[in-house]
């Protein structure tokens, strides 16, 4: 057989990355050839990549990939400073928490996809791909034939309910059940029927999903446990003429049901807050009624008492009493009078509003808010690398012990093998390697919706695990240490209407700096030539030449000695000194007084004046000032080198030290998350303190959820093996299911317990 003959080996079919593949990409932001070079290097670098093909005309690369992975070469096109033209969809699918990981890396392995994130205890998926390879249609359809229903659009997913199916299945199971209890065998065999083959046909399809994609979960146990008790009743009805397990069967089926319905039920109670924001239902001025999605911008709407504002917008008519604990993070209530904004998701307690539309749609704060939600609870704690090694081997070894206690119990103990059968079904039915799945999801996520009703926004989930190793916080200083709200102290003027002019040249520029010396003076002059420089600013006032600036650029251009924080040049010559003052925030004190008990705290800023060695005296820390954007970034980059770094600062001004910090923590000042850099977003600084509670809450929840899963299990099995037998204790198959059942809706309750 020649070599065009050869077929790919099974290894090379169960891995679809080994396989040739073509990727088209529609590449943002290549202006030259040397963004060709640039960007056929960084990709041809990437491992698993053959070749690449960069067109400036198209602005399209082509890059054939064997072994390689999407991702990485996504990660590279961003990194040499472009972008790639990418589409993402949210859908739900109902996955168990030991097929999550297993279904996410199919799903990558798809052409086109670039990500996969699966969050198994709320079933939410988010997928990025490739519009010019596939569509969301083809995932859809990919994933339908392993054997998963997945729901894209957003309507379904807030009407889709788990509790109503799961209900269904145990309705039928909890009418039937007990009437299985009456001792006439036949009806016994005939009421078990729908109990098992109908009610439980969920654990059996998914058991059977779960050894055709060659791994075991809890369906594999339940399917196994029931099936076994009726299968060993069956043949003893027919043949044997011995015991019968009907009951068992039914009811075990019952009772897992009753405790996943009772799971479901929880975790669709902890996104309820979420769901009622994301579909308001908004009274238009006309007297419509819509779905809040549905606005645009320019609607007008009306909120009465007691009811959500649907969107973002502007007050229009109409006085009340609002709460914005969403954005504020604060329980109190704001009045809002014509004119005010207000924020989507604020709940209006008494008044009456009308609110002209402003943000409508994924642009809103509420949408904004539950999209960066979603992606921060996807996040995968390196722990759950341990549960997913634990979860790998529970199934297998518990039917290996079921097996063993059968032999033990049937040769050696020389028991009926009715009463074999019985202990190797309770084994069966009493292990839940659920618990372990649910262990870090279920924690992350209640640990991040209490940091939202905080007004706290995790953008970036992973931020939870990296913020346990910072060992140095950096804050920027104006506008998070101090109010950001400057004022002239005191000045010094040497020559006669220096500030005048220093005023009317001042009142050109929208710096902090420049506004507070623009109320010196109210007199007007003739600006001309006005210029922001590096440092600050220079124009020509009725004639004179001024320069007002900090003193590094005073001293490099003028003549005389300066004194001041900012000096005033007049023809070259400094004509005055002013002194500034910012005052330092009430909440920045005592927080800063706290984390100097557990890290470094180091204060960077662009200001080189006096004043920014008196904050840092005051608070008593060290001071870097005088610093350049990119100067900062550096600054971080040192201090990694010392262990986790986390800066705090202005999302938009900072940004560079965000993205350059291990966790970059954004102070807002505005409705707009998009464009806030850093991991995390906080409305105030004293929510930072809260912020590490929380995170130290969660990280403590995950592991006490991960030992009790580990202990719940450790005590039930052997018992449901007849370790107790001799004291008369044996645990029957039905209430072993109980056991199975509660592990994870214990797991799920605790990790609301913080």
């Not at 200001?607 to 920014?612: G, M, N, W």
């Not at 840092?616 to 900062?632: D, F, M, N, T, Y």
């Not at 938009?652 to 102070?667: C, H, P, R, Y």
């Amino acid at each position: 057989m020649g070599d065009h003959d050869k077929k790919p080996t099974d290894d090379v079919l169960a891995n679809p990355l080994r396989l040739r593949r073509e990727e088209e990409l529609r590449i943002l932001g290549m202006h030259c050839a040397t963004c060709e070079v640039t960007l056929t290097k960084a990709i041809s670098a990437i491992q698993g990549v053959k070749d690449t093909r960069v067109n400036l005309a198209s602005g399209n690369a082509k890059v054939v990939l064997e072994g390689g992975k999407l991702k990485d070469v996504v990660s590279a096109i961003r990194k040499a400073g472009y972008d790639v033209a990418l589409q993402k969809f949210t859908g739900k699918v109902i996955v168990s928490e030991e097929e999550s990981t297993r279904l996410r890396q199919f799903i990558e392995e798809l052409d086109g996809v670039v990500s996969a994130k699966i969050n198994p205890s709320s079933g939410i998926v988010i997928v990025e791909f490739n519009p010019m390879t596939t569509s969301s249609e083809r995932i859809q359809e990919e994933i339908r034939k392993k054997g998963y229903k997945l729901d894209i659009a957003e309507e379904k997913l807030s009407k889709s309910s788990e509790v109503r199916k799961l209900l269904l299945y145990l309705l039928v199971g909890a009418l039937v059940s007990p009437f299985t209890l009456i001792g006439i065998p036949i009806l016994q065999l005939l009421l078990s029927i729908p109990v098992v083959f109908f009610s439980g046909m969920r654990f059996h399809l998914g058991a059977y999903r779960a050894i055709r994609n060659k791994t075991m979960n809890m369906d594999v146990l339940v399917s196994l446990s029931s099936l076994t008790a009726w299968v060993y009743s069956l043949l003893s009805f027919l043949i044997l003429h011995s015991g019968y397990f009907f009951d068992s069967a039914s009811l075990l089926v019952t009772f897992i049901l009753a405790g996943k319905t009772l799971e479901a039920y929880i975790k669709e109670m902890s996104n309820r807050d979420i769901i009622t924001l994301q579909s308001i239902k908004a009274r238009k001025s006309t007297g419509e009624i819509v779905d809040s999605r549905k606005l645009k911008v320019g609607d007008v709407v009306i909120v009465k008492s007691g009811e959500l504002v649907p969107s973002d917008g502007i007050v229009d008519d109409g006085e009340g009493y609002i709460v914005e604990s969403i954005y504020t993070g604060e329980p109190s209530a704001v009045k809002k009078v014509k004119g005010d904004p207000v924020i989507g998701g604020s709940t209006l307690v008494s008044g009456f509003l009308s609110i002209y539309v402003t943000r409508a749609g994924d642009r809103t704060y509420m949408a904004q808010v539950i999209e960066a939600l979603r992606e921060a609870e996807t996040v995968r704690m390196p722990i759950q690398d341990l549960t997913d090694k634990i979860s790998f081997v529970f199934v297998p070894s518990i039917i290996l012990i079921s097996l063993i206690s059968f032999v033990v119990w049937f040769y050696i103990m020389h028991q009926t093998l009715t009463f074999s059968v019985l202990i190797a079904v309770a084994i069966l039915a009493s292990a839940c390697p659920c618990g372990f799945g649910l262990a870090t999801p279920m924690a992350v996520i209640i640990g991040i919706r209490r940091l939202l009703k905080k007004g706290i926004i995790v953008k970036n989930g992973e931020s939870l695990e990296k913020l346990k190793n910072v060992r140095t916080f950096v804050f920027d200083k104006t506008g998070t240490i101090t109010k950001g709200e400057i004022e002239v102290r005191k000045f010094q003027e040497y020559v006669p209407g220096t500030l005048e002019l220093a005023a009317s040249l001042e009142r050109m520029s929208s710096h902090p700096i420049a506004r507070a010396i623009a109320t010196l003076s109210s007199s007007a002059h003739r600006v001309e030539n006005f210029e922001e420089i590096e440092g600050g600013v220079y124009g020509k006032v009725d004639g004179f030449e001024v320069l007002v600036g900090k003193p590094e650029l005073i001293k490099r251009n003028c003549e005389g000695e300066t004194s001041g924080d900012v000096s005033v040049c007049v023809n070259w010559k400094i004509s005055a000194d002013l002194w500034l003052s910012d005052p330092i925030r009430e909440d920045a004190r005592e927080l800063i007084g706290d984390l100097k008990k557990r890290y470094k705290i180091v204060i960077a800023t662009g200001d080189s004046s006096l004043y920014a060695d008196r904050v840092a005296q005051e608070i008593g820390v060290e001071l870097r000032k005088g610093l350049s954007p990119e100067e900062k970034v550096e600054l971080v980059k040192k201090l990694k080198s010392e262990g986790g770094v986390a800066f705090v600062g202005d999302g938009i001004n900072d940004a560079q030290s965000l993205k350059e910090a291990d966790v970059g923590i954004a102070l807002s000042t505005g409705t707009d998350i998009a464009k806030y850099a850093g991991d995390v977003v906080i409305p105030n600084l004293g929510s930072l303190k809260f912020l590490l509670r929380q995170l130290s809450k969660t990280v403590r929840k995950i592991k006490e959820n991960i030992i009790w899963a580990l202990t719940y299990n450790a005590i039930l099995v052997p018992i449901a093996a007849g370790m107790l037998y001799s004291l008369g204790i044996i645990l029957p198959p039905q209430y072993a299911a109980i056991g199975m059942a509660m592990n994870s809706v214990s797991v799920t309750l605790w990790s609301f317990v913080q």
